[in-house]
């Protein structure tokens, strides 16, 4: 059975810093693509960050701003996530898939951690 688990989230005011972790289990995220999402009540789920050992993909909003990452040792991914800005204020999702094209569809992933909350004061 897959488990992500994130951790890391947090108040914190604008143009501060936080690390997101996503723990996994019953997945090896050497062989997977790991991504982070993100979402608003109301609004659709949108893709953050994705890594692969194809590389690794941003989303136009936060290139310059985060960086993925992942520690196969520990099976980690993690979310840099710097210069933050109020509209950053969601809760992010770890999210793994068995193929390795890092694909930015929250429906391409097959598995989802429980999220963690992030809030960027002003």
């Known amino acids: 059975q897959v488990q992500l688990v994130e951790s890391g989230g947090g108040l914190v005011q604008a143009g501060g810093s936080l690390m997101l972790s996503c723990v996994a289990s019953?997945?090896?995220?050497?062989?997977?693509?790991m991504g982070w999402f993100r979402q608003v009540p109301g609004k659709d789920r949108d893709f953050v960050a994705a890594?692969?050992?194809?590389?690794?993909r941003l989303a136009d909003s936060v290139k310059g701003r985060f960086t993925i990452s992942r520690d196969n040792h520990k099976n980690t991914v993690y979310l840099q996530m710097s210069s933050l800005k109020p509209e950053d204020t969601a809760v992010y999702y770890c999210?793994?898939?068995?193929?390795?094209?890092?694909?930015?569809?929250?429906?391409?992933?097959?598995?989802w951690g429980q999220g963690t909350e992030v809030t960027v004061s002003s």
């Open positions: 999210a793994g898939r068995d193929l390795s094209n890092l694909a930015t569809l929250p429906g391409a992933y097959d598995y």
């Open positions: 890594i692969g050992w194809v590389g690794d």
């Open positions: 019953g997945l090896t995220i050497s062989s997977s693509t």
